[in-house]
C-alpha cells in the first residue's frame, strides 16, 4: 500500500484579491503563509512519512512546499519541480478581476470560463518569455482549457509520480487549484459533466491511499 497527499498552495496575493492568475508569478498573503502552516502541522500530526514531493515552477506553492517541509520535519526529501504542475493558464482572463469579469460577461460565462473542462478561455495575443521554461524548450501557452492542463499533467504522473507509489513510495503533491482539479478527475475517473463542482480550496491536504495496483481505497480531507 502507498499513500499520496495533495494540496493546493496558501493563499496567494491574488487569490486575496480575487484576480485570475495562472502561471503569473506571485506570493503567498499572510493568511496563505498561516495555512502552509497549519497543513503542514496536520500532515505530521498523520504520522506520514514521504519519499518525494513534487511541485510547480510557480513561487506560491513553492513556498507553500518549503513551510510545509518545516512542519513535517521531511525538508530532506527529494524536492521535485515541473511545469506540468504549474497553474492552468488562463490567457486574456489573466490579471483581470473575477467579479468585474463576472459583470461584463454574465455568472454563466464566467463559470463555463472557470470550471468547464473542455472550454478555452480567450486566448492571449502575445505569447509570454520566460526564461526559466525556455531551458526546458517549453513555450509558454496562450491560454488553457482545464483539458489542456490534464494533458500535460498526467504524462508527469505517469512517469514521475505513479511508479513511486507503485514502488511503495508514499508522494506529496503541492500544487494548484485547477492542475490538483484535473488530476482528481483522472485518479477517480471523475465526468466532464460533474467535474465543475469539484473543489480544491487552500491549503487542504487531501490523502489517498493506494492498493498494489494504484486502485484508490480511501480518500479523505486531512483535518485537525
Do not use: C
Not at 33 to 53: E, K, N, P, R
Request: charged share 25%.
Amino acid at each position: 500500500m502507498s499513500t499520496l497527499v495533495i494540496m493546493r498552495h496558501g493563499e496567494s496575493q491574488a487569490n486575496r484579491d480575487n484576480i485570475f492568475t495562472g502561471w503569473s508569478d506571485v506570493a503567498l498573503t499572510e493568511k496563505g503563509v498561516a495555512q502552509a502552516h497549519t497543513a503542514g502541522q496536520i500532515i505530521q500530526a498523520s504520522g506520514l512519512q514521504f519519499d518525494d514531493v513534487h511541485t510547480s515552477f510557480l513561487k506560491r506553492a513553492i513556498m507553500t512546499t518549503n513551510i510545509v517541509l518545516d512542519e513535517i520535519g521531511q525538508n530532506y526529501i527529494p524536492e521535485h519541480k515541473s511545469w506540468r504542475l504549474n497553474e492552468r493558464h488562463y490567457g486574456g482572463l489573466r490579471g483581470k478581476n473575477k467579479l468585474a469579469v463576472k459583470e461584463k460577461v454574465g455568472a454563466k460565462q464566467l463559470k463555463i470560463w472557470r470550471r468547464s473542462f473542455n472550454v478555452v478561455p480567450p486566448l492571449l495575443k502575445v505569447r509570454d518569455e520566460d526564461s526559466r521554461y525556455d531551458r526546458y524548450g517549453v513555450k509558454i501557452p496562450l491560454g488553457e482549457s482545464l483539458e489542456m492542463a490534464q494533458e500535460r499533467l498526467i504524462p508527469y504522473w505517469t512517469d514521475q509520480i505513479a511508479p513511486r507509489l507503485l514502488d511503495g513510495k508514499n508522494q506529496l503533491i503541492v500544487a494548484h487549484g485547477s492542475t490538483l482539479r484535473a488530476l482528481i478527475k483522472f485518479l477517480e475517473n471523475i465526468s466532464d459533466e460533474d467535474i465543475p463542482e469539484i473543489e480544491v480550496p487552500n491549503g487542504k491536504p487531501i490523502r489517498y491511499d493506494f492498493d498494489q495496483h494504484l486502485t484508490i481505497l480511501n480518500k479523505q480531507f486531512m483535518s485537525e
